[in-house]
């Protein structure tokens, strides 16, 4: 079956610029989570949706960041007046339930802001 | 706070011989998951293998298994029959429990190079 899906792959805007980065989950899973990742480095958390509970957004880094979510489709991450600080890959996963131990991730969007 | 290390940034091998990567974990926790997932560049994230930290025996998929100290917070890959396609970069993950979010934690990261 079809398996999480991104876009776009690659994303380059200007500082100051939003942008709107889209993840489709596996259908019928409940749990979706976006993650960063820096050049080189392992992911980091940024915020985790479960079918129509609200979202646990801890791992935000400001207020520039922002997601959502329809039910238990896709899920939007927005990134208000980009700075340089944000370029990273953003990687979704899903997993089927908030029980299930095992996320399925997407092939991320490499943001670059220049 | 629960952390994850991976101390090599880099390791190479022979094609053909085994590799063991190392990670270790901080936690409070009793009761856990962890993961090792691969990274080849397509950046595709593939789990290659979890264990439960109730379960004492270590957990393999064909030429990947695990060497889980649980006592020592420890939790080393080791890749046997190495082969080209095992090139990538391989992060060890805790995935912690808040509620109902099941995050993970992941490590930097090491590279794994297969020389043929």
């Known amino acids: 079956g079809a398996g999480v899906s991104q876009s776009p792959s690659n994303k380059v805007t200007e500082k100051g610029k939003d942008v709107e980065l889209r993840c489709d989950p596996i259908?019928?899973?409940?749990?979706l989570y976006w993650y960063r990742q820096r050049l080189g480095q392992g992911l980091e958390f940024l915020i985790y949706?479960?079918?129509?509970?609200?979202?646990?957004k801890s791992g935000l880094p400001s207020d520039r960041f922002s997601a959502e979510r329809t039910g238990e489709s896709v899920s939007t991450l927005t990134i208000q007046r980009t700075q340089q600080e944000d370029s990273a890959v953003y990687l979704c996963?899903?997993?089927?339930?908030?029980?299930?131990?095992?996320?399925?991730f997407g092939p991320g969007t490499r943001l670059t802001v220049t | 706070a629960q952390t994850v290390t991976q101390s090599q940034p880099e390791m190479s091998v022979q094609e053909a011989e085994t590799v063991t990567l190392s990670c270790t974990y901080d936690?409070?926790?009793?009761?856990?998951?962890l993961f090792w997932y691969k990274q080849p560049p397509s950046r595709q994230m593939i789990l290659v293998i979890r264990?439960?930290?109730?379960k004492q025996q270590n957990a393999t998929e064909n030429r990947f298994s695990v060497n889980f100290q649980k006592a020592a917070k420890s939790f080393s890959l080791k890749i046997s029959d190495s082969q080209l396609g095992d090139a990538a970069m391989y992060f060890c993950?805790?995935?912690?429990?808040?509620?109902?979010?099941?995050?993970?934690?992941w490590g930097a990261g090491t590279k794994l190079i297969i020389k043929p």
């Open positions: 993950a805790y995935q912690i429990r808040m509620d109902s979010n099941y995050q993970l934690i």
């Open positions: 936690t409070s926790e009793s009761d856990y998951y």
């Open positions: 264990q439960e930290a109730y």
């Open positions: 259908s019928g899973h409940t749990a």
């Open positions: 949706f479960q079918g129509n509970s609200a979202p646990d």
């Open positions: 996963a899903s997993s089927l339930s908030r029980a299930s131990y095992e996320q399925y």
